[in-house]
């Protein structure tokens, strides 16, 4: 079945994402490529690891942390980014995936200030919904739609949490775990930032997603596509499973007492490989199943 999807569907000679088969079954994925060159220099020396940036914004770097294997991704931004990079790695490995995102995000909550991580227990979508500017029907729709909570997988992101409880926290920043984050499918409009230039009819997005929505605490573009992702992935078919859970570094007050706070680039500089170091002890103290080393002669 698998092989049959991977013919059908998927480039022979690796994925539009380039990953080729030379993945882990352990994967930390970031946005931002330049964050992923700062913290691939924690990965193991030998053997020396594998690196592709591809056409289409994919990089991607394979060795292993502390002798286990690790794929390090940076996709980008958006929904699209994550489903050619869930799907394509899902066609090329073998075995159960786990997969990490560490990327960042705005808060909600004075209860997640800037320079705080949260590792949400679950996040929701908020997508535009077209039809409430074009067609017959437009008067009637909602602007924007908010999707039912998907969780993350309880053990892997428990797992993530006691890792950057121990690894990160501290009096300057406090780790979260949020019940609730939300995932935009843009980073304007459908995140309510107001744009004059567009009749976005996003004035009270904000508000009414915490109206509807009162533990939502986050606001990112990725991570819920990730857990739905992981959620209908197909164990029986594979046979494998793919786990997912995120944690978020708090760039951006959206709302409440710390609107328009951001992120200090030293807090940054400070927080960044610290978070980065903790989702790689996260990774490889998981318990994969029917785990493949990837491909490749470094991996023989
Ligand atoms: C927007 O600036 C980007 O930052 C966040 C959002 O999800 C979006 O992709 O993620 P990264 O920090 O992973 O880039
Ligand atoms: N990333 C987002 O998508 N939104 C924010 O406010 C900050 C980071």
């Known amino acids: ?20 088969k030379r993945v882990a079954n352990r994967v930390i994925t970031v946005g931002d490529p330049a964050r992923l060159h700062r913290f691939k220099r924690f990965l193991d020396a030998e053997p020396k690891p594998f690196e592709l940036s591809s056409a289409r914004g994919y990089t991607t770097v394979t060795g292993r942390y502390r ?16 489903d050619f990079f869930v799907r394509e790695v899902r ?13 960042s995000c705005g808060s909600l909550t004075s209860s997640l200030p800037v320079g705080s991580i949260g590792v949400p227990e679950q996040a929701m979508t908020i997508s535009t919904n077209y039809a ?17 909570a998907i969780p993350a997988d309880p053990g892997l992101h428990d797992s993530l949490l ?9 009096p300057s920043c406090k780790v979260h775990a949020p019940k609730l ?25 904000i508000d009414d997603l915490v109206a509807k929505n009162p533990d939502c605490s986050s606001l990112e573009m990725e991570t819920a596509h ?16 793919i786990r997912a859970a995120a944690c978020h570094m708090v760039f951006a007050g959206r709302r409440g007492d710390g609107t328009g706070d951001f992120i200090d680039p030293d807090v940054v500089a400070d927080l960044e490989p610290k978070v980065g170091r903790a989702c790689l002890d996260a990774i490889i103290g998981w318990n994969v199943e029917r785990e493949h080393p990837p491909a490749g002669t470094v991996w023989a």
Request: proline letters at 6%; one cysteine or more; glycine letters at 6%.
């Open 226 to 241: 990730l857990f739905h992702l992981a959620s209908i992935s197909r164990p029986s078919a594979t046979p494998s499973r």
């Open 132 to 148: 409430h500017w074009h067609g017959d029907a437009a008067a009637q729709e909602p602007p924007y739609l908010f999707s039912p």
């Open 162 to 170: 006691s890792t950057l409880e121990n690894a990160v926290a501290s």
């Open 1 to 20: 079945m698998k092989d049959k999807i991977s013919n059908a569907n998927f480039p022979k000679d690796g994925c539009t994402t380039s990953q080729s």
């Open 67 to 82: 002798g286990v294997p690790v794929t390090l991704i940076a996709i980008g931004m958006g929904v699209a980014m994550v």
């Open 181 to 205: 984050h939300a995932s935009a499918d843009c980073f304007y409009s459908s995140q309510g930032r107001i744009d004059r230039n567009f009749a976005d009819d996003n004035d009270t997005l």
């Open 91 to 103: 066609a090329v490995v073998e075995g159960d995936l786990a997969i990490i995102r560490f990327g």
